[in-house]
């Protein structure tokens, strides 16, 4: 999707060629009943009559009315213009709007609005209007392809914002992608071939291992959960240099776990398809990596996907199986569905080898995170406080919020064994915790958190479909971390884009709208 800002006034953007319009309308704002433009006549009159009023959730639609260019125009009151009004507002216009064809909508604020309110608007639009298409025969494509925002003030801030909406969408859609595909479409092979085609960019590498390079590494963690799978397991290194290659990178690791069936310790059947979304964690390491490649922001990010199936077989690793990880401890599996730490445990030692200045993983890893968070809030445990601190305030800015769990050692008791270093599970009982207290042990040479997105990464029942979380807070966290450390000159990026942490062909792009 394609996002255009323009500074106009309301009655100027009744005149912009668009299919509809959406208008977001704060409640303290008082229609103009003098107005020469018909919306805000309309307004007044319905209020009037005491038809409309203006509260969060009010929606006023008109079709075809003279001075108006767009055949359809919706009102929504976004009450106090808080992002989460804005969403909620947003998601009711376009479901007014979206039985017709509409290519091009308009998308004007009246009033004062923040950048994160315009990146709500922006994201919950995309969110709405977006359907999986891939494996129909018939699909019914999406025709919203451009969407004209306008507001009746022009600040840097805003245009800006619209360009990181853009890049943004790309990189949640993308996430959403790869996570709704069905596990025979969505391989480890089939997520290396995709990390290549993002990582094509001058700034960009990317490097896929297989099993016998992985062998050599001596992931035997990894390599106990890919033993029963047919498919051949994949690990994947992708760069983003947008700094100089003295600035320590942050690394990302997404669990690419492309099917997990539990392996000898099986799931039950119900519902068990959905995890064919558990490489959601690999998915949104793929969509920050595509938004990275259109903002061009002054940092380096490695991104690192240990992929595979967990399957049952004969040569499946079995309950009781003692493996030794890349760090050299060795692991009691006691339960083969605990999987997910078996491969971030290795990915994590292999990160090491960066010199981070943080790591970051992203995984789908426990049934208990879903119990205490639900989907509102992804699960963030870590042992480092200013880099909690920093994923909070992501969250908090970008509306894909976190809530910050303990990691208190004494959480570590059950994962004690009589057979090797440590067991992969303990008891039932803060199971996000314990399992978060597994990760730990491999983390001791660099500042390092965890979220866990098990409950958010997706959603259940008829809506079913993956949400393209945690994109929007990794995204917002790497572009603060852009701006927060010292531009590279040798990259030859323009004043404005330093100051604003981001370079290249977005900020060209604007620039010359401008
Ligand atoms: N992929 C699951 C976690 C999961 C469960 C994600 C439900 C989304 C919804 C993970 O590999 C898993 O199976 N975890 C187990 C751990 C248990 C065996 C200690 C779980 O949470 O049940
Ligand atoms: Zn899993
Ligand atoms: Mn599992």
């Avoid at 009010?58 to 260019?69: D, N």
Wanted: charged content about 20%.
């Amino acid at each position: 999707m394609n996002f255009e800002f323009q500074k106009l006034s309301l009655s100027h953007s009744m005149t912009a060629s668009v299919d509809a319009l959406v208008v977001l309308w704060p409640s303290q704002v008082q229609p103009d009943t003098q107005a020469v433009e018909p919306v805000s006549r309309l307004v007044a009159q319905a209020i009037a009559h005491g038809d409309f009023e203006l509260k969060a959730g009010a929606l006023l639609s008109f079709y075809s009315q003279p001075g108006m260019a767009a055949r359809h125009v919706v009102v929504a009151c976004t009450a106090d213009n808080q992002p989460g009004q804005i969403r909620s507002a947003m998601q009711a216009a376009w479901n007014a709007l979206k039985a017709g064809k509409i290519k091009r909508l308009g998308l004007h604020v009246v009033g004062e609005v923040s950048v994160q309110g315009l990146q709500m608007a922006l994201s919950s639009l995309a969110d709405s209007s977006y359907s999986y298409t891939t494996t129909l025969s018939k699909p019914k494509a999406r025709t919203l392809k451009q969407v004209l925002v306008s507001a009746t003030h022009d600040r840097a801030e805003l245009r800006q914002a619209v360009v990181q909406a853009q890049a943004l969408v790309a990189g949640v859609e993308l996430a959403k992608e790869w996570a709704n595909r069905p596990a025979n479409h969505a391989t480890p092979t089939h997520l290396a071939e995709t990390a290549k085609s993002i990582a094509s960019g001058r700034a960009f590498k990317c490097e896929v291992l297989g099993p016998k390079e992985v062998a050599k590494l001596g992931m035997g963690a990894f390599m106990a959960v890919a033993q029963g799978a047919a498919e051949p397991l994949r690990f994947i290194v992708m760069r983003y240099n947008g700094a100089a290659a003295s600035q320590a990178p942050v690394v990302l690791v997404g669990k690419g776990i492309t099917f997990d069936t539990g392996g000898i310790s099986m799931k039950p059947a119900a519902e068990m398809d959905e995890m064919k979304y558990d490489m959601g964690g690999a998915a949104s390491v793929l969509g920050v990596f595509k938004a990275l490649g259109e903002l061009k922001p002054s940092i380096n990010v490695v991104g690192l996907i240990p992929a595979t199936e967990n399957m049952p077989d004969g040569l499946a690793v079995k309950p009781g199986d003692v493996v030794t990880s890349m760090s050299g401890q060795t692991i009691e599996i006691l339960n083969t569905d605990a999987e997910v730490r078996l491969v971030l445990c290795d990915a994590l030692t292999y990160a090491e080898r960066f010199k981070p200045q943080a790591v970051i993983d992203i995984a789908t890893l426990t049934g208990a995170c879903v119990i205490a968070l639900g989907a509102v809030r992804t699960g963030l445990f870590s042992s480092d406080d200013a880099l909690a601190l920093q994923l909070q305030r992501a969250g908090e800015a970008s509306g894909d919020t976190c809530w910050r769990m303990p990691l208190d050692d004494d959480y570590a008791e059950g994962l004690k064994s009589r057979f090797a270093d440590v067991a992969n599970v303990a008891g039932r009982a803060a199971g996000s915790v314990t399992a978060a207290k597994f990760l730990q042990r491999f983390t001791k040479s660099f500042a390092w958190a965890h979220l866990d997105i098990a409950g958010t990464a997706w959603r259940s029942g008829a809506a079913k479909g993956a949400t393209g979380r945690p994109v929007g807070l990794l995204l917002q966290y790497l572009l603060t971390a852009a701006q927060a450390t010292p531009a590279d000159k040798s990259l030859g990026k323009s004043k404005a884009a330093v100051k604003s942490g981001v370079k290249g062909k977005a900020k060209a792009r604007t620039a010359g709208k401008a």
